[in-house]
């Protein structure tokens, strides 16, 4: 379960690093419009209507990519966390093993061992 | 259907209606804000006209301040007529904010 | 559709039959009532149509013009509908068909009157099958958890997939089209006519005049529209938690059913904006690939998805809650939903307009953090709220799990009580699914996983109805040993 984490932790500490380098940059704020109440601005005296760059779908996608690796990267996080409490649970002295086994048993997918 | 046990599903109905207060609010606020235009833009800066009393509208005299520049790449199978964001069933609105219509335009526009 | 769902459906007695029926018929008259209004509205120009939405706008071609003929298209099918609807009724009453034949008279009865509001969805969708395309991943996502995630108490995946259509179809297709007549009813109301002859000056003021009615009409449209997709949202969802009145219902099948209804709408929506919005770069600086952004990825759960789990959360209660808090209850979700919804957009747009400085935009900066903050910041209350009756509903669900379980633990039967006990915990269970796949390999988890699902439906059903879940249990396990095949 070791070798879940390490990547993850990779995986944070890079987005948080991407998310601190751009602000740091010098930049004016401001905000694309994205729905129906984005009242357009405009004024026409200035060249290209006062626009001076769009919100691009280059990097748009930069931040698809980020989002869908975070995703992943938190359900992992999550299953690790679950597994790990699970193991916690389960009595030590038989181990996991046995543990396992007797389930598989009860559960009838693995035939009762015979009388060997 | 099985009626749930009462402090549990009591305690999810006071998180809706705490839920339903911030609704409220969140409207009246969003409401306030359009109809008080508070959101709508600065009209946009339109170069001034000249008044003269006793021309006939349309005709200005000296120096014409020069139209704006439209970019190029206006594309020309929007109807122009249209806010920008219903495309279903919208009837003809005069005239899009961004387009006004000049009484008149010397020195042409696309 | 299998199993227990068809079984619901063509069942007798059928209070999901009978609101679907009561919610198609209220749809209908709302529709006849907004092209009343409609037609008595004011009108500005002198050669306006009767209705706005046969009015034909010039220069529109290709899809966009497709596009603006729908409305049109959708109120002569409405029409047809109407009339065949009626007719089916007419049919029912003379003939008094019974059980099965009544069940499916009925429901053709429904898709009938509602279908040709499907019209808008399907062609957008289809005019922009590449864009369509793009936003398929991530609601597949967003659908497999939804999916996935439960245990106890699922919804069935047709009908969490029925929940998803009838958001991309009907909610959408209503919304949009009540929106056009209602557009048309609010701007000859607000607007004024155009006055002819005055300066120019005057001509500009009673210009700038317009922009501003322009946008009062917006506005007003915009709650007209969150509105009616909240009832729409809001009748989907009752009718779906009906048709699972013999199985476990609480908040969290709620929220789930109202999510999957929001994705739909979300899924149509991010479709039409994407193309439109993108198209519109010179006036608002938005691209294509932006709105896939805000939309489809980091706004994927927000927006009709949070507000359609909210109401749909809302709906659940009031069914499951006590009778007197029924409407109360309704009435909460539906002002959460609606609130939400309009008070979140005006609130995004005057957060960029106040941070449009010297109307400069764009930049990485402003793309990928900027707007979506603004875009999703006043959405943060209602998300808080979502996330706490979420965690508060699989609270009461794993409690309401443990003792279904427990009732159903039969020593050599279907439930045993070393398979109860690893069935009572959600960590526990998610192990042996990963330790059967460490030791036996994928099939033999994906084994497990069957019998685990079919475990959980059968603890989560009626007693009186358990009787196919139970054989099905018993089916699986005896044909366990030879499916899975492993060393003993």
């Known amino acids: ?116 | 259907m099985e009626r749930g046990t009462g402090p549990a599903i009591e305690r999810q109905v006071r998180l809706v209606a705490v839920g339903a207060a911030v609704g409220l609010a969140a409207l009246v606020a969003g409401l306030a804000i359009n109809l008080s235009g508070a959101n709508d833009p600065p009209a946009p800066k339109l170069p001034t006209f000249p008044q003269l009393p006793g021309k006939a509208p349309g005709q200005a005299p000296g120096p014409v301040p020069s139209v704006p520049q439209l970019p190029s790449n206006f594309p020309t199978d929007l109807p122009t007529d249209m806010p920008s964001n219903f495309p279903t069933g919208v009837p003809s609105m005069p005239n899009m904010p961004s387009m006004p219509s000049f009484p008149s335009v010397p020195g042409g526009a696309p | 559709m299998t199993g227990p769902e068809a079984g619901e459906l063509l069942r007798a007695d059928s209070p999901a039959r009978d609101r679907a029926l009561l919610f198609a018929r209220i749809a209908i008259a709302l529709y006849l009532l907004e092209l009343l209004l409609n037609l008595t509205r004011p009108h500005i120009a002198p050669d306006e149509p009767t209705l706005s939405i046969f009015h034909r706008l010039p220069g529109s071609s290709g899809s966009f013009g497709r596009l603006l003929s729908m409305p049109k298209a959708v109120f002569w099918t409405v029409v047809a509908g109407i009339v065949l609807g009626a007719a089916l009724q007419v049919y029912a009453r003379i003939t008094r068909p019974e059980g099965r034949r009544d069940a499916v008279l009925v429901w053709a009865t429904v898709a009938v009157l509602l279908g040709p509001f499907s019209l808008l969805a399907l062609t957008v969708v289809s005019s922009y099958l590449g864009d369509a395309l793009l936003c398929v991943p991530g609601t597949v996502f967003v659908l497999a958890v939804l999916h996935l995630g439960q245990r106890f108490g699922r919804v069935p995946l047709t009908l969490l997939l029925a929940a998803f259509g009838w958001g991309a179809l009907i909610v959408f297709g209503l919304g949009r089209a009540f929106s056009g007549l209602a557009l048309g009813t609010l701007g000859g109301y607000l607007l004024d006519r155009p006055k002819t002859g005055g300066s120019p000056t005057d001509a500009l003021n009673a210009l700038s005049g317009q922009v501003h009615d322009q946008y009062r009409a917006i506005d007003l449209l915009l709650v007209h529209l969150f509105a009616v997709n909240a009832l729409a949202v809001a009748a989907g969802v009752l009718v779906l938690l009906l048709l699972l009145r013999h199985r476990v219902v609480d908040a969290m099948t709620g929220m789930v059913l109202g999510a999957a209804v929001g994705l739909g709408y979300t899924f149509v929506e991010s479709v039409l904006f994407i193309r439109l919005f993108g198209s519109l770069g010179f006036i608002n600086g938005v691209t294509g690939g932006f709105e896939y952004w805000i939309r489809q990825s980091i706004g994927l759960l927000g927006g009709p998805v949070l507000f359609g789990a909210l109401l749909g959360g809302s709906l659940a209660l009031a069914l499951t809650g006590p009778r007197e808090r029924r409407v109360p209850t309704v009435l909460f979700g539906l002002a959460i939903s609606i609130g939400g919804s309009a008070g979140t957009e005006a609130l995004a747009g005057w957060l960029s307009k106040v941070t449009h400085d010297h109307m400069s935009g764009g930049g990485a900066f402003d793309t990928l953090i900027v707007s979506p903050l603004l875009w999703l910041l006043p959405q943060l209350p209602f998300a808080a709220v979502a996330v706490l009756l979420l965690v508060a509903a699989a609270r009461a669900r794993g409690a309401t799990a443990r003792t279904a379980i427990a009732a159903r633990v039969v020593p050599g039967g279907p439930i045993t009580p070393v398979e109860a006990h690893f069935l009572s915990d959600p960590s526990l269970r998610l192990w042996t699914l990963a330790a059967t796949w460490k030791r036996h390999g994928p099939a033999a988890a994906l084994a497990l996983y069957r019998l685990q699902s079919a475990q959980y439906d059968l603890a989560s059903s009626d007693p009186q109805e358990g009787e196919p879940l139970r054989a099905k249990v018993m089916r699986l396990k005896a044909s366990g040993p030879n499916r899975t095949a492993v060393p003993s």
Do not use: W
């Open chain 1, 1 to 116: 379960m070791n070798r879940l984490v390490r990547p993850a932790r990779l995986v944070v500490l890079a987005a948080l690093a991407a998310c601190l380098v751009l602000p740091l940059a010098p930049q004016q704020a401001s905000a694309c419009d994205v729905s129906y109440d984005y009242k357009p601005q405009l004024n026409l005296g200035k060249p290209n209507m006062g626009r001076s760059k769009t919100c691009s779908t280059g990097t748009s996608s930069v931040g698809v990519v980020l989002v869908a690796i975070a995703a992943f990267g938190a359900l992992a996080l999550a299953g690790t966390v679950v597994l790990r409490r699970a193991t916690s649970l389960l009595p030590t002295p038989p181990g996991e093993d046995q543990a396992l086994t007797d389930y598989l048993q009860a559960t009838s997918l693995t035939p009762h061992p015979g009388p060997h």
